[in-house]
């Protein structure tokens, strides 16, 4: 199983950014996605969650109506979209599958990771 992040970078406060997760070796729809962030000298935290059809989704209140996690399970890809970013947002990000259809903000439910991709919002 191979999760790849990618789509972070250097971006504005109040600026944009979308970032992908590309899935492999595994049945994509079998697995709910998720995604989490660590700043440096920080805990990983929960950002967002995805069902494995996508209906369902779940934001940290940080992020709450600012990002929107999505998937495109023809193509194997999870997506982060994220508005707003405030400084406060930088953080290498990853993306994560859970052995499960659904899945909540515990990272333990998740059983592979990606290696994360840094988003730097600068103020």
């Known amino acids: 199983v191979q999760l790849q992040a990618s789509g972070g970078g250097l971006v504005q406060a109040g600026g944009s950014m979308r970032l992908s997760c590309a899935a492999s070796?595994?049945?994509?729809?079998?697995?709910?996605m998720g995604w989490f962030r660590q700043a440096p000298g920080k805990e990983r935290e929960f950002v967002a969650r995805i069902s494995w059809s996508g209906t369902w989704t779940g934001y940290a209140d940080s992020v709450e109506g600012r990002f929107t996690a999505s998937r495109d399970n023809a193509k194997n890809t999870a997506y982060l979209q994220m508005h707003s970013l405030k400084p406060e947002d930088t953080a290498l990000y990853y993306c994560?599958?859970?052995?499960?259809?659904?899945?909540?903000?515990?990272?333990?439910?998740?059983?592979?990771w990606g290696q994360g991709t840094q988003v730097t919002v600068s103020s």
């Open positions: 994560a599958a859970a052995t499960t259809y659904h899945a909540g903000s515990d990272h333990a439910q998740y059983a592979y």
């Open positions: 070796g595994l049945t994509f729809t079998n697995y709910a």
